[in-house]
């Protein structure tokens, strides 16, 4: 039971093969709590100045059974953020084993599921640090994940919805009731169509840990671009940069009156369970797609829905400016 329970969505894909793209000098580890006698939690942020003013910041949550450093050292995340002028934050999960974690997004995963942890709070103490501390911009606050993480990032956006300015996920869907998204937000969603652990189709992966169905990707992007009153713009092939890897992409934008891309999909034609562009090995049955850089669209994404709000709608529970 144990064994299965760390077996999480997501832990085999991202743990393989993690080339030497480690972000130097080694992170500043921390620790935070949600208050109430809650049990503490560590996090690292991709730089430990203080800034002479608080930046946007983006809550970056690795998969299943992984930690906060491999999602960091795998995806190249910090630089694309710091060049843009973000900071990242890094939280793990939670888990008996220092180096496999896991959220509770909903529906998944192992030791956070099977101990109802209310992550959403412990992501909201740690935002709330890092404002008290004046490294963040609170009216300025997103979140990125990865699998379990981005499946934890939508609940996150949907449970407390006007806390997060923009999300991302990749490799993931909603793993809660689609019904609770009831308030829309910017959202960004990857996917790679080859997807073993979350199929783009929905169902139960050929590889998947748990006997769960998961929800399709375009059902659950489907979701937020109706809470964003956002229409389909007809989906565009997008140029090869790399070369032929087996792997395409073709983007779908949602567009309200105000924002060309409030809800944007790139589907990752040929792509496995894997954050494209990245340090990870590709594998005939878990492509990793060099056609897009995850980590720069991620950025590119949130920086386009990172404008500060005017004063007079800074005090109010809708971030949208």
């Not at 743990?15 to 130097?24: P, V």
């Not at 910090?78 to 220092?98: E, H, I, Q, T």
């Not at 496999?100 to 995963?109: F, I, R």
Request: net charge positive.
């Amino acid at each position: 039971m144990r064994a299965a329970a760390l077996r999480v969505v997501a832990a085999i894909a991202f743990l393989g093969a993690i080339a030497a793209r480690a972000e130097a000098p080694p992170p500043v580890v921390q620790t935070w709590t949600a208050g109430g006698g809650g049990a503490s939690r560590s996090y690292f942020l991709s730089d430990d100045d203080k800034p002479k003013q608080p930046r946007p910041l983006i809550v970056a949550l690795h998969g299943g059974g992984s930690n906060a450093a491999l999602l960091a050292a795998a995806t190249g995340l910090s630089k694309a953020a710091r060049d843009a002028g973000f900071l990242v934050a890094y939280p793990n999960g939670s888990g008996a084993a220092a180096d496999a974690y896991t959220w509770n997004s909903g529906a998944c995963c192992g030791y956070a599921k099977a101990r109802n942890v209310d992550d959403v709070a412990h992501l909201q103490a740690l935002v709330a640090r890092l404002v008290s501390q004046g490294r963040a911009d609170p009216a300025r606050v997103f979140a990125v994940g990865f699998s379990n993480g981005g499946m934890m990032a939508y609940r996150w956006a949907a449970q407390a919805p006007g806390t997060l300015r923009a999300v991302a996920a990749v490799s993931a869907t909603l793993d809660i009731d689609p019904a609770l998204v009831r308030e829309g937000l910017p959202v960004l969603h990857i996917h790679g169509t080859d997807d073993p652990y979350v199929p783009y189709a929905g169902g139960i992966g050929r590889k998947a840990s748990t006997g769960a169905p998961r929800l399709a990707v375009e059902a659950a992007v489907a979701r937020w671009a109706a809470a964003m009153d956002a229409r389909a713009q007809g989906a565009e092939k997008l140029r090869s940069p790399a070369g032929d890897d087996g792997t395409s992409v073709t983007r779908v934008r949602h567009a309200t009156a105000s924002d060309p891309q409030a809800v944007v999909l790139y589907r990752i034609e040929g792509g496995g369970h894997t954050w494209p562009g990245s340090a990870l090995a590709s594998t005939p049955d878990n492509r990793v797609s060099r056609q897009l850089d995850a980590s720069e669209t991620v950025v590119a994404f949130f920086k386009a829905h990172a404008k500060p709000c005017p004063k007079q709608r800074a005090a109010s529970r809708s971030l949208r400016c």
